[in-house]
């Protein structure tokens, strides 16, 4: 298994931008959850941006050594049951409108915030997507 360093640059290779750490990405992933649960407000196609923050941790995990994954594990799992709970499972329904979906192992894809608002509330809403206004909650 290879290291923390390792994975980064591998993964660079593969096509992303940069050398991520897990701790960047962990960040990253805690970021946009406390987005979610307030009300996300950006456009949809920021969303989606966003979310391939928890495909790269999901992509690391199969490479990181031991230790590393149980190091990281609890927080993440921490991060994945607070989007579950600001999320609604819609089977990617909505996003689907607006971006290919990944494999269904990448389930946090098919997934939409509880809590609607701006530019993403109008693109989720004219796909279907349910949800609750800030203002009535």
Same mark, same amino acid.
């Given at each position: 298994?290879?290291?923390?360093?390792?994975?980064?640059?591998?993964?660079?290779?593969?096509?992303?931008?940069?050398?991520?750490?897990?701790?960047?990405?962990?960040?990253?992933?805690?970021?946009?959850?406390?987005?979610?649960?307030?009300?996300?407000?950006?456009?949809?196609?920021?969303?989606?941006?966003?979310?391939?923050?928890?495909?790269?941790?999901?992509?690391?995990?199969?490479?990181?050594?031991?230790?590393?994954?149980?190091?990281?594990? +609890?927080? &993440?799992?921490?991060? !994945?049951? /607070?989007?579950?709970?600001?999320?609604?499972?819609?089977? $990617?329904?909505?996003? %689907?409108?607006?971006?290919?979906?990944?494999?269904?192992?990448?389930?946090?894809?098919?997934?939409? +915030?509880? &809590?609607?608002?701006? !530019?993403? /509330?109008?693109?989720?809403?004219?796909?279907?997507?349910? $949800?609750?206004?800030? %203002?009535?909650?």
């Amino acid at each position: 298994m290879a290291t923390e360093t390792e994975v980064g640059e591998l993964l660079h290779q593969r096509g992303w931008r940069t050398a991520f750490t897990v701790a960047e990405r962990v960040n990253a992933w805690a970021a946009l959850v406390r987005f979610i649960e307030r009300g996300y407000g950006d456009d949809i196609y920021e969303y989606t941006n966003d979310l391939y923050c928890r495909n790269w941790l999901h992509e690391a995990w199969l490479l990181l050594g031991e230790h590393i994954v149980q190091l990281w594990t +609890p927080q &993440i799992k921490a991060l !994945d049951d /607070r989007y579950k709970a600001a999320t609604i499972d819609d089977d $990617g329904q909505a996003l %689907d409108q607006f971006h290919r979906l990944p494999g269904p192992d990448l389930w946090w894809w098919r997934r939409h +915030p509880r &809590i609607l608002t701006g !530019d993403l /509330r109008r693109s989720l809403r004219s796909a279907g997507a349910i $949800g609750t206004d800030p %203002d009535t909650t």
